[in-house]
């Protein structure tokens, strides 16, 4: 099954089956898209590299797939393909595409003013049900994930007076620069591939492995670490899960060195209606959730514990008048304000978790058993709602390991043959969402064509 040849296999695939996969996957892909084909098959024209936005390039499929329009938890392009939606915009439309709740509240909100840096009535509601759902007692609104993730650490470094953060290895926090910092060998570096910047970031980053306490420790002693800032399932580089103890280790030597922390849920939020952190009892300093709060409505929250808001309101008062270097002109306004809260409300509720978990547990059993069927050396990882097959052994333990799993090659031939076999996955990795839209057919769907792909890949 297995290629004899192990240098010239990934994920135990020899790289000439990988090549032949891709090849007559792409071939087939062109064949059901002529009309698509004329009109991007070339780039979409007036936009720099044919995308009008570059992560589009980034793609398996021979030319961007084209949408007509997106519903639950399926996608249609103007070829008339229908596609399981496992990407579901990776996240931003996690609860579904246009969750009803949240189509009625863009509906409601349409006539009534779109932007103009004054509450609504729904910003009343919000303040509470984030309180109550998250449990930190004071909240501000922002219109990314990135941005709420920078604006926490401006106020972590403005209260403690220091300037450095510290992230895990692999991690990804949006585009925010201090967090652009990897481990290479074991040297902390800027990231590859950064588009100019001239700065060495780990000057005031540091930057060590997930689930290594005493790098930990060692990072924190010298207490000049404002913040760390961390996702509790690494997602962005594989799937991590953290060990046991880990969390715990993480609060109790923050608090130890002064430090405070920082849980960035925006994708983890696929743990159950609180997030990870509700789950399983973590006490952050901040909670940062982006992506899918407002139901695919760009929008962020972050939150601060009573301790932060106080020391920050302190600062607030001594520091120098002048612009604190948060917020964007279009944060908080009125149409976010009522999708959030048509989120909280009627789309992030218990019974939509219990589904998405129950169906999201029938999809990793399913990937197992086509994985142990055919002996691949993979293996698959869960957080809720969040599924990923990885196409190395397993289980990953830090972002070093999830870097030499991740087999881009074979991924994309994957990539490719699933959207041929009707179904569509996260671009970068191998990341499936469940949605309260989905059905227990589309995943059963899913499971075939991974079995069918499988098969081509290990015949
Ligand atoms: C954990 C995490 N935080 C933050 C972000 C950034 O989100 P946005 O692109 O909406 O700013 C991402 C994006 O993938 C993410 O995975």
């Not at 994930?145 to 403690?160: I, M």
């Not at 590859?192 to 930990?216: C, H, W």
């Not at 399913?366 to 055919?374: A, E, M, P, S």
Request: net charge neutral.
């Amino acid at each position: 099954m297995h290629s004899s040849d192990s240098s010239k296999a990934i994920g135990g695939i020899s790289r000439d089956r990988i090549a032949q996969l891709r090849e007559t996957e792409g071939a087939a892909f062109r064949k059901a898209r002529p009309k698509s084909q004329a009109k991007v098959g070339n780039g979409l024209p007036g936009f720099f590299g044919g995308v009008p936005m570059h992560w589009m390039n980034d793609w398996p499929t021979p030319f961007p797939i084209l949408v007509d329009n997106a519903k639950g938890a399926a996608i249609t392009d103007i070829d008339g393909n229908r596609l399981d939606d496992f990407c579901l915009g990776d996240t931003g439309s996690m609860f579904g595409h246009s969750p009803p709740p949240v189509a009625r509240a863009i509906r409601r909100q349409a006539g009534r003013g779109l932007t103009y840096m004054l509450p609504s009535e729904d910003a009343l509601a919000i303040g509470p049900l984030l309180q109550q759902r998250f449990g930190l007692p004071f909240w501000q609104i922002a219109t990314t994930a990135t941005d709420a993730n920078r604006f926490a650490l401006r106020v972590a470094r403005a209260v403690t007076g220091r300037e450095k953060i510290l992230v895990f290895n692999g991690c990804y926090h949006g585009s925010v620069d201090e967090t652009m910092v990897r481990l290479i060998d074991g040297k902390p570096v800027n990231r590859p591939g950064l588009a100019g910047e001239f700065r060495d970031l780990t000057r005031t980053a540091k930057v060590i492995e997930f689930n290594d306490v005493a790098a930990l420790e060692a990072a924190l002693k010298d207490k000049d670490v404002a913040c760390v800032i961390a996702e509790p399932v690494l997602t962005n580089s594989c799937m991590v899960l953290a060990d046991p103890g880990f969390h715990d280790a993480l609060r109790k030597l923050t608090r130890e060195a002064g430090t405070l922390l920082l849980i960035d849920e925006t994708h983890t939020i696929s743990t159950g209606p609180g997030g990870y952190t509700r789950k399983y009892g973590l006490e952050p300093d901040f909670f940062v959730l982006g992506k899918p709060i407002a139901g695919g409505v760009p929008a962020s929250v972050w939150g601060m514990s009573d301790e932060v808001a106080s020391r920050y309101a302190d600062y607030n008062r001594t520091k120098e008048p002048g612009y604190s270097g948060m917020g964007t002109t279009l944060s908080a306004n009125p149409l976010q304000f009522a999708t959030i809260r048509a989120t909280l409300e009627e789309v992030m509720t218990a019974e939509n978790y219990d589904r998405m978990d129950h169906l999201a547990r029938r999809l990793d059993a399913g990937l197992t058993g086509v994985i142990d069927r055919y002996r691949l050396p993979w293996h698959v990882a869960r957080v809720g709602a969040r599924v990923e097959f990885i196409c190395a052994p397993g289980p990953l333990r830090n972002g070093a390991q999830a870097e030499t799993a991740h087999a881009p090659e074979l991924e994309a031939a994957i990539h490719v043959a699933l959207v041929n076999r009707g179904v569509l996955i996260a671009p970068f990795h191998n990341m499936m969402l469940i949605s309260p839209a989905t059905s227990g057919a589309q995943v059963n769907r899913l499971i075939s064509a991974f079995g069918a792909v499988a098969a081509k890949l290990a015949a």
